[in-house]
Structure formats: structure tokens, C-alpha cells
């Protein structure tokens, strides 16, 4: 039986509209939550790896009166993969490219504020280095140091030869390895640090029903040699805005002390820790990540 998610009710008081725009090939799929108008500003958020936009609606929930588009990576959720014929990989390059072409083609009017998640965290940041236009920059669960240097670094070292068992297999097997359900569910076990039981349930249904939705063996492999190759430190000193960095004291992938670090290499960040939580911020305390993001939209202009 199907858990309704804890945040359904906040979530249904916001207008949502899906809609689609091909960038760099891929025909990417995003949704509008809110409506544009004079003085609003527009959040853009970029999701983490092997998720979609599912995964930052209950930080959606708490934000009405905002102006939100929320695209899939290409390759993930409903949105198709970048075209492989004008050279566009699923590295950061390539993702970078993709949100600086997107973002472009909207033609926003207003204050603009780039929202990346754990690996959208490092896309949004090797975008805006290369100059992609902003107002503000919100980075939540950043990669702010090497993954395999994590706390739990031995986990990543799994996964690093779970995805390098996943290429190596006939890829009919290799890609029923990456879709395994036992695997989401120790990566969600590993992550969850709730000891609400039904919360965590749902957690663990939502990575069931949406962290395998990519579409095909080598975006996700492409995707997961990025997301460990690179951190927000290699941009962090060329992203000139203002930065708000939203982290976990509980993190499995970036010590907090390696978070205090990276606040120190941008030109101008404010670090803000919430405790007793790990890498879902979005799904176990999205409340206070909320409040953080409402007081850069409060800087930038008028929300309802």
C-alpha cells in the first residue's frame, strides 16, 4: 500500500504546471510551481544524482507565493538524454552546459536564484563559475570536499565498484544491477538518519519509486564517475554571488568540517548546519531548509 507523502496537503496548494523545452538536444521535462510575477524572483533547482524534481517538492511544499521550475537532469526522470551526436556527455561539463543553455532559453525577467541539490550542487556550481547569470546561489547538502574522503568514504568506495561491476556486466545485466531494488534500498537505509518510522518508510518508498528513473546504462554511469570526480570546492572562488550553503551536521558524504571549509573559499557565503540529519535534507527537515531559502528570496524581492 502506497504511502502518501507527508507534505501531499502543502504540496496541493501550489499551482503546478509541467512543461517541456529541448536544451542541447536532450527534450527536457520541468515543472512550474507558482507563477511568475513582477518583483517575484524564479528559483531554479537542480536535482542530485539518480533522483528527479520528486525529490525537492516537500521543500516546494513549504514555499507558496515562490516561483519554481524544477527540470529532470537529462537522462533522468522523464527527461531524454543529452545528444551524444554533438558531443554532450553526462559529466559536469555537459550538465553545466545543459543549465547555462536552459536557464538561457527561458529568458527569466526577474531576480534569478540557481538551487542545486547534493550533485546538482556541483553542476549549478561549474555553471556559474563558467558565468552563468544569477542573483543568488543556494546549495543544499553540497559535495564540498572529494566523496571518497566522506566520513563513510568506504561506502563510496562500494559503490565506486557497484557501478564498475554495472559496466563491466552484459548490459542487460549490467543495467538490472543498476535498477536493483536491494541496492536503492541499502543507499536509502545508509542515507536516512530519521527515527520517525513512517517517515522513513516513505523515504524508502520514494527512492523505490523514482531513484532508478534513468534511461539507459550510460547516463548513469556517465553521471555517477562525475558526481565522484568532482566537489563545489573546484568552483566555489569563481562564483563572485551571494551564496547560501545549507548543510548537515550528519552528512555521509561531506564532513561538516570539510562544509566550514568550503564557506571560507567563496567570495561571499553564509553557512547555515542543521542538526541530527544527513544527505535529505529535502525529505527529513525541509521546513528549516525552507525558512534559509525564504530569507534570500525576501533579499532579492516580494513573495506572497
Do not use: C
Request: glycine share 6%.
Amino acid at each position: 500500500m502506497s504511502i502518501e507523502s507527508p507534505y501531499a496537503q502543502l504540496l496541493a496548494r501550489i499551482p503546478v504546471s509541467e512543461r517541456t523545452l529541448t536544451v542541447l538536444g536532450s527534450e527536457t521535462h520541468y515543472w512550474e510551481y507558482g507563477t511568475a510575477a513582477p518583483g517575484v524572483p524564479t528559483v531554479v533547482v537542480v536535482h542530485g544524482f539518480r533522483g528527479d524534481h520528486h525529490g525537492l517538492e516537500p521543500v516546494v511544499a513549504q514555499l507558496p507565493g515562490a516561483h519554481i521550475l524544477m527540470p529532470d537532469l537529462p537522462g533522468f526522470g522523464a527527461s531524454t538524454p543529452l545528444d551524444a551526436a554533438s558531443g554532450a556527455r553526462h559529466d559536469v561539463p555537459g550538465y553545466a552546459a545543459w543549465l547555462a543553455a536552459f536557464t538561457a532559453a527561458l529568458a527569466l525577467p526577474g531576480p534569478v536564484v540557481i538551487l542545486g541539490h547534493s550533485f546538482g550542487s556541483i553542476v549549478s556550481s561549474a555553471a556559474l563559475a563558467d558565468g552563468l547569470s544569477a542573483d543568488a546561489v543556494i546549495l543544499v547538502n553540497p559535495i564540498g570536499a572529494p566523496a571518497l574522503s566522506g566520513p563513510r568514504g568506504i561506502m563510496t568506495r562500494l559503490a565506486v565498484f557497484y557501478y564498475w561491476a554495472a559496466a563491466k556486466l552484459p548490459e542487460r545485466i549490467g543495467f538490472a544491477l543498476l535498477r536493483s531494488r536491494l541496492i536503492v534500498r541499502v543507499m536509502s537505509v545508509t542515507m536516512s538518519k530519521t527515527r520517525d518510522p513512517q517517515l522513513k518508510r516513505w523515504i524508502h518508498e520514494e527512492h523505490d519509486r523514482y531513484f532508478s528513473a534513468f534511461e539507459n546504462r550510460d547516463v548513469v554511469l556517465e553521471a555517477f564517475r562525475a558526481s565522484v570526480s568532482h566537489d563545489v570546492s573546484e568552483y566555489a572562488a569563481r562564483i563572485p554571488q551571494p551564496t547560501l550553503l545549507i548543510a548537515a551536521d550528519r552528512d555521509d558524504i561531506t564532513p561538516i568540517a570539510a562544509q566550514h571549509r568550503l564557506q571560507t573559499l567563496f567570495p561571499d557565503a553564509r553557512l547555515h548546519v542543521i542538526h541530527d540529519v544527513g544527505h535529505l535534507i529535502h525529505y527529513e527537515t525541509p521546513i528549516e531548509a525552507a525558512e534559509q531559502i525564504r530569507t534570500v528570496l525576501s533579499s532579492l524581492g516580494a513573495t506572497a
